[in-house]
Structures are given as C-alpha cells and as structure tokens.
C-alpha cells in the first residue's frame, strides 16, 4: 500500500459534524460494500487489481471474524441501505462461503457475489445460494470468443465455464451481471460482446475501464477521447439494450449520458428517476467502501489508501469519521480542472485512477476529455 491514513478521535468527531455542502454526498452509509472474502482464485487475470494467488491467506478475516463484521454492517441504519457484494479472488475458495452467506442475510444485508469463472460454480452451489436468499451474482466476461477471454484469465476453458455458469444460474433463477474490462486492448471487441450478451439473458452490463493499479499497471488504457466515444455509445445502446448498462471508475459517463438525455428531450425529474440518476455522485469513497480479506479498509478496490481495519475499529465508524473518507467526500478539496467542472457533485472523477497516474487521489480524472470553461462553472444537476 502507498499510503496509511488512521484517525484520531477528536479529528473524526470534528469531521463527522460538518454540514453536507452538496447533493449527492453520501457521508451518512455507503450504497455498495465490497468484501474482499479471499485472494485466493484459480485464474491469472492480467488486470486483477488483488494479483490473486492460488491458496488463502492464513490471516484472512475468520468464520467468526466475518460474522461480526456483517452484523458490524448490519449497523449502517437508515438510507441508503448498502448492498453487501461478496468478492475476492473467488468466494468460492472459501468452505464457509454459504454459511456466510446465509448468516448476512438472516440478519437482513442485501448480498450478492461474484466470483470467478471457474468450474466451482456448480447446479447445486446455485441452488444453495438461491435457496439461501442471495440477491444476485456477477461474473467477469472480457472478450467475445474463448480465444480473447481465456488470454485475458490465462486459464485455458475459462470462457466456457463462465457462460456456462450464466445458464446455471438462469436455471436457479439467480440474476445475473457481467462485468467487462474496459482497455486499449478490448476495444474493438465490446461491440461482438454487446452482441453476445444480448442472448444470454443477462440483468446487467457492467463495464469497467482500467485502473493501472495490481497487475493491471501492465495493460494500456484507452485514450480520453475513446472514452468519450465509448461513453456515448452505450449510452445509445442503453436505450434499447435487453439489460441495464452499467460503468464501473467511470463517472464521467454521468456527464455523458445527463448531455445526451438532456440532447434527447429528457425531462431533468425524469432523469433523476433513471438508474443513471440514481447513481449520481457515487465514486471511491462516496457511497463505495471496500474491506479487504484482512480487515483492511479503502475508499474501493482500486483505491489502495487504508482508512482502517476492522478487527480494531468499526466499520461504520471508519466510513463515515475517518480523515480519508471525510476528505475524498469533501469536493472542495478536488484539484485540477475536476475543481472547476460544473459535473463535479455528480460525478467527481475517478479518485482512483488520479492517485494511479498521479499519487493524489483528488487530482483531476486523467481519462476524461471534458474542459470547463472557466474558473469554476456552475453546478449540474444540484
């Protein structure tokens, strides 16, 4: 990690006072928590921000541990009510999996998982999920064909075991994501994805555009105004797409999609009203928190800043009084011309990818190609 940031208690409680200065501040609970369960994964993937390894950690969370830690989440009241999204390396390395499973949602946590592409992703692992209550599964597809997923997972078969584990979970009636890097190298590929997708009767299409961090500091990304290109045509394929479209270190689609829709006639209450509008202002930090599998706590998974660690402090405690996350929530404090855009309280960049090129997280998002027009524009959306 490059950087350890703890609290004391007079900082958190000063911070935890502060007035909410704009809209879509999510300092109260986070919409999405992710639980890095395990590193450990059977694949290779190139851009994995965990560099997974075949076996656990010995001083990853216990079966005990994570109990605690979900009835520890359980303790985020109010609303938003975060979604608890069980990820690795692959869950299904760990033996306690549907005994956590089961444990979070007796205590009420909305939990869904994701995990690898592999062939642990059995009928009756399906069915026992269902019956358990899961909420969803997402599973990663990087290329149209065996050829280009399977060089991306470098396990031979891995495509295959990935649709086939669509159609098993069609069959337990589990809703299905898929996720897709997005990056120099995928391209050309998205639209023969798109095309397969659309036959797989998938609920979401998430696309996530790399963060050079893990192993993924050896792939290219794409260029800000490829970005651009990419953000208006999904845009344009979520108006008719069979399934929600989705982009993951990508807020700047926020300002896309608002342009676009305001182009199209779009009512600004009607907007608010879309998934796209519900998700505005959610990046690293603001609405995202991330646990990984020793306890650790950051911003997200591609925002490698420890706010904390669970087996000493709470997890409610960290997100919403820690000096980390206190900070990247405070928008004052953005750098660059993210400081002067008027899309700021909407989107607010990706802060992981600008501590990636830049060592500071509120520097300007190196991916998007939009230019303010002058010191600081007036505000969208709110």
């Not at 792939?219 to 045509?233: D, S």
């Amino acid at each position: 990690m490059k950087q350890d940031i703890l609290s004391s208690h007079e900082e958190s409680k000063a911070s935890s006072m502060r007035p909410r200065p704009l809209a879509y501040h999510y300092a109260h609970n986070p919409v999405m928590i992710y639980w890095e369960m395990t590193r450990a994964c059977d694949l290779a993937c190139k851009h994995c921000r965990a560099e997974a390894l075949v076996q656990r950690h010995p001083l990853e969370l216990t079966t005990q541990e994570a109990k605690v830690l979900l009835t520890q989440l359980k303790a985020f009241q109010g609303r938003p009510v975060p979604h608890v999204v069980m990820t690795g390396g692959d869950p299904l390395k760990r033996p306690d999996l549907l005994e956590l499973v089961a444990y979070g949602i007796t205590l009420g946590l909305q939990i869904s998982l994701a995990p690898s592409g592999t062939n642990r992703m059995t009928r009756e692992v399906l069915s026992q999920l269902k019956q358990a209550g899961l909420t969803s599964i997402s599973l990663s597809l990087d290329g149209s064909t065996p050829q280009i997923h399977d060089t991306f997972r470098q396990v031979p078969g891995c495509f295959d075991s990935t649709i086939h584990a669509v159609h098993l979970a069609r069959e337990a009636s589990v809703p299905v994501q898929i996720n897709t890097l997005v990056a120099a190298n995928t391209l050309t590929d998205l639209a023969p994805l798109y095309h397969l997708l659309t036959k797989l009767g998938i609920m979401a299409w998430s696309t996530f555009f790399l963060i050079r961090t893990g192993r993924g500091e050896a792939l290219e990304e794409i260029t800000p105004p490829q970005c651009e290109a990419v953000q208006q045509w999904l845009y344009q394929l979520s108006k008719t797409s069979p399934f929600a479209i989705r982009t993951t270190e990508a807020p700047s689609f926020r300002r896309v999609a608002l342009t676009m829709m305001q182009q199209d006639g779009v009512a600004t209450k009607q907007i608010g009203q879309t998934p796209l509008g519900r998700g505005f202002g959610i990046r690293d930090g603001n609405g995202i928190m991330f646990i990984s599998h020793l306890g650790d706590v950051y911003p997200s998974g591609f925002l490698p800043i420890r706010a904390g660690n669970v087996r000493q402090d709470s997890p409610v405690a960290i997100y919403r009084q820690s000096p980390l996350f206190v900070n990247i929530r405070d928008l004052s404090g953005l750098q660059g011309k993210c400081a002067r855009c008027r899309y700021r309280t909407l989107c607010g960049g990706s802060r992981a990818r600008a501590w990636a090129a830049t060592g500071d997280y509120m520097e300007s998002d190196p991916l998007c190609s939009y230019q303010p027009d002058g010191p600081q524009e007036a505000g969208a959306g709110g």
